[in-house]
């Protein structure tokens, strides 16, 4: 069951992701041996996944982020999963998401500068099975994204 | 730029699977003394490889449903700063991510919800009334994977 002592915990871990048990007892206002019970117990519940690092792909050289809108051809019955297994064969693809709208399926690729980008588009991105239209948005700035849920 | 080792690639790994693991459980796992590990930890902190942390939560076992992909293109440029609007669309907290792009729109949107009618409600109350915002394109996303990029 996610109760309001469970809602105070998560809404301030998920603004402050480094803080310790304690610290995160203490701004949620509960007893340390709580906040620590609570946190094990949405772990076990599936409610809390994982606490991951984010990394910084510009500090390593990633200059370069592109979204690719992907429309298939769903004429091909294996459309979507060749599509989805050959795409994960390439590493600079960090995320790929499916949708129900417009596009069927969006890439998030990065690259060190626009030649490695034109170098990956033809060599990676066009060779993957099943494209009927493919639309590059190019990332210029990135103003919120701590992903929070307004709990 | 930062170049990485082998081993700091490693590491960069683990913490993206578990960053609350301990300089010593990691050290553990890459047969690396915990002085050694903390040493390369502290580095991919301090020189901002690791910009932060992020909690992966399950959306759906706390009610948030559905999560739509909206394409916001401005309708008014110049009579709206981009500043008025990116400042608007910041506080929405059913918003969970804008990013200026270039391209069909000019920024994207990550939204949740509840459900499909309470999405409505969020669209129609909170993002039609932005200042200068025009034509709106909704995605809504089935499924999502987050690959670990080039450092495998």
Redesign the interface.
């Known amino acids: 069951m996610?109760d309001d002592t469970d809602r105070r915990i998560?809404r301030q871990?998920?603004h402050a992701?480094?803080l310790g048990p304690a610290e995160l007892a203490e701004r949620s206002g509960v007893a340390p041996a709580t906040c620590t019970r609570r946190l094990e117990r949405m772990q076990e519940?599936?409610?809390?996944?994982?606490?991951?690092?984010?990394?910084?792909?510009r500090?390593?050289?990633?200059e370069v982020e592109v979204?690719l809108?992907i429309t298939l051809d769903k004429t091909q019955p294996r459309a979507f999963d060749e599509f989805?297994a050959a795409a994960?064969n390439v590493?600079?693809?960090?995320?790929?998401?499916?949708?129900?709208?417009?596009?069927d399926l969006?890439l998030s690729i990065?690259a060190r500068d626009m030649g490695h980008y034109q170098q990956l588009y033809r060599s990676a991105i066009l060779t993957l099975p099943h494209i009927a239209d493919i639309?590059?948005?190019?990332?210029?700035?990135?103003?919120?994204?701590?992903?929070?849920?307004?709990? | 730029m930062i170049e990485l080792d082998t081993t700091d690639r490693l590491i960069l790994r683990e913490l993206v699977r578990d960053a609350t693991q301990s300089a010593s459980a990691i050290g553990r796992i890459l047969g690396l003394s915990q002085p050694a590990a903390w040493r390369r930890i502290n580095r991919l902190r301090e020189t901002g490889v690791i910009k932060g942390q992020r909690l992966e939560l399950d959306h759906e076992k706390l009610g948030f449903g559905v999560t739509v992909f909206l394409g916001v293109k401005l309708a008014t440029k110049g009579r709206v700063s981009l500043e008025d609007f990116e400042r608007a669309v910041s506080a929405i907290p059913e918003v969970q991510t804008v990013e200026h792009i270039l391209g069909l729109y000019d920024y994207r949107l990550r939204v949740v919800a509840r459900d499909i009618s309470d999405f409505e409600r969020v669209l129609r109350r909170r993002i039609m009334t932005l200042p200068g915002v025009g034509d709106v394109e909704a995605n809504v996303l089935l499924s999502e994977e987050r690959r670990p990029g080039p450092i495998g």
């Open positions: 996610f998560l871990y998920q992701p480094t519940e599936g409610i809390l996944r994982a606490n991951r690092a984010v990394i910084d792909w500090a390593l050289g990633y979204s809108r989805m994960r590493p600079e693809v960090l995320e790929i998401q499916t949708f129900l709208g417009r596009v969006r990065i639309e590059a948005l190019m990332h210029v700035a990135r103003i919120k994204s701590d992903e929070v849920l307004p709990l």
